[in-house]
């Protein structure tokens, strides 16, 4: 035999070697308690967060991941605190069909140690059980790690954000003093503002206009992270209203302004907005739509969603209008319909009739979906990242605090602000099905990697930090102002065993 045909056999035995594991790859594979994963910042006793998470993935016993459901049931999670006498703990296991699960926790008391036990018919997986030494405090303990390069560290944050550096880069100072006199001056009487200031930890505010009542989102925020570190003092303006404030031009003297949306036109400091803070905060609370609970409600496996793009909503911009109307044009493509009239008139000629609210997790039914923006940018984004299925996302002059990461063709598919090209778009993702699945995909990773509450606790803390380092004058509490108290009603008080940064001294 030649050495020429030699090598053909043998490479032929390799490919040959390569393909034998995929084709005997079963549906049912079973997972294996010793080859299953587990690992997660819920498995560390200094993340805090008002809900704890971890992950699990589910493996054979020759180590390859499963890539569909073993069933809902496969994994089960228990905790105990074994020097207290009661374990007050809400855990919920959550399956995102993909082989992997995502286990959240609450915590409503703190306790002196951990134990987490995960079970695969009553084997441990992996490590497990997990100890967590304490104390391990809940997210009512008001206990502030008085460092914040320590918490910071304990929390895996990021060095930097993008976003952040972008939005601070154009202060090279900021004057606690003048702010408080110009901008209650330039925008208190038609706007609606709050002030903040931070002095030793604690939390003062006093608020500008008539529509306050978005203050509990940033109130909250700012006691929620003030209980896990110690804020450096700083004095701030956040803008309560959708649209951001500062149209000057950096040759101006501009004013500092924390807002929840920025746009192209404006140099307002964004935060994440408060939708996302408060799902974040209200986790296994008051909110049913979280980027945890989506991640277990994608709908079914992509091959299954119906090829037509999707949107719900209400009529808070012109091109909403567009929209609809291409949909009732080209019904085959784009399912898109009004659930509310508010801002515009009411033509049921050519919008149709108003349909019924679809839940969000139906969303997922579909393959594509549009994200359009509304009053400003449209705060479902990051939710409909979190799903399998691929966004259509709109140019437009309105950004979270995020999108300056996300990617055209990797997380996305970009559609033109008039919407002009969206068919076309539609028409690409059908022909491209892989493509676009891909992409579908990679927008998911991006949302659960950079948008679970750990991330916006991060993203908060560093803005406070970076913009704290900018003051010239030393931030005071007011005139005019009023303390923000920690929330009295925590069922279990806590005691902290940290020293306090006062203390310290
Ligand atoms: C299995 O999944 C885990 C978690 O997603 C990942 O880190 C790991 O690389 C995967 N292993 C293989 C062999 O693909
Ligand atoms: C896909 O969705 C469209 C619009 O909602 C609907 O008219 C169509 O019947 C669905 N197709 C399938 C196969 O379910
Ligand atoms: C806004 O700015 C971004 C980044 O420079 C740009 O990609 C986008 O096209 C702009 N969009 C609009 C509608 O102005």
Same mark, same amino acid.
């Given at each position: 035999m030649s050495l020429r045909l030699l090598s053909w056999l043998l490479l032929l035995l390799d490919l040959f070697r390569h393909e034998v594991p995929g084709a005997q790859a079963d549906p049912v594979t079973l997972p294996s308690a010793a080859s299953s994963l587990v690992w997660g910042p819920g498995l560390e006793t200094n993340v805090v967060l008002p809900a704890r998470f971890f992950y699990v993935q589910a493996a054979d016993s020759s180590g390859r991941n499963l890539t569909t459901s073993p069933g809902e049931k496969t994994f089960e999670v228990k905790m105990v605190a *074994?020097? %207290? %006498?009661?374990t007050r703990i809400w855990i919920q296991v959550l399956d995102r069909h993909d082989g992997s699960f995502l286990v959240r926790y609450r915590m409503y008391a703190t306790y002196t140690d951990l134990h987490i036990h995960v079970l695969l018919k009553d084997k441990h997986v992996a490590k497990s059980p997990f100890i967590l030494k304490g104390p391990v405090y809940h997210e009512g303990c008001d206990c502030p790690q008085p460092s914040g390069s320590v918490w910071e560290a304990h929390m895996h944050c *990021?060095?930097?954000?993008p976003q952040i550096d972008r939005d601070l880069a154009i202060y090279s100072s900021v004057d606690p003093d003048l702010n408080a006199q110009e901008i209650p001056q330039r925008f208190g009487q038609r706007q609606s503002l709050c002030h903040y200031t931070i002095k030793d930890n604690r939390v003062y505010v006093q608020t500008f206009g008539e529509h306050v009542g978005f203050r509990i989102f940033m109130d909250a925020i700012l006691l929620s992270l003030s209980r896990k570190v110690q804020l450096p003092d700083m004095e701030f303006f956040v803008n309560l209203g959708d649209w951001p404030l500062e149209k000057r031009k950096p040759t101006e003297r501009m004013h500092p302004i924390f807002s929840w949306c920025g746009s192209n036109n404006t140099r307002d400091i964004v935060m994440p907005t408060y939708d996302l803070t408060e799902s974040v905060l209200e986790t296994m609370g008051r909110v049913s739509l979280d980027m945890m609970s989506v991640q277990a409600n994608t709908g079914p496996p992509w091959p299954e969603k119906n090829a037509t793009a999707f949107w719900r909503g209400r009529d808070s911009r012109q091109e909403r209008l567009e929209l609809v109307k291409l949909s009732r044009a080209q019904p085959d493509a784009i399912d898109a319909a009004f659930t509310n009239f508010f801002f515009f008139k009411h033509d049921e000629g050519l919008y149709g009739p108003l349909v019924k609210h679809v839940s969000f997790f139906d969303f997922f039914k579909y393959k594509y979906q549009i994200n359009i923006d509304g009053t400003v940018a449209a705060y479902r984004l990051p939710y409909l990242l979190a799903g399998d299925s691929v966004v259509l996302k709109q140019d437009s002059g309105y950004y979270e605090h995020f999108y300056t990461e996300l990617r055209p063709w990797e997380h996305y598919i970009p559609v033109r602000a008039d919407l002009g090209d969206l068919l076309e778009k539609i028409q690409w993702a059908r022909d491209h099905d892989e493509e676009a699945k891909k992409i579908a995909l990679a927008g998911q990773q991006f949302a659960r990697n950079h948008l679970m509450g750990s991330s916006i606790f991060c993203y908060y803390y560093k803005l406070f930090q970076e913009y704290a380092k900018l003051q010239v004058t030393e931030p005071k509490v007011r005139e005019g102002m009023e303390h923000v108290e920690q929330p009295s009603d925590d069922l279990f008080p806590c005691s902290c065993h940290r020293t306090r940064a006062k203390d310290e001294l």
């Open positions: *074994p020097v %207290e %006498e009661f *990021p060095q930097s954000f």
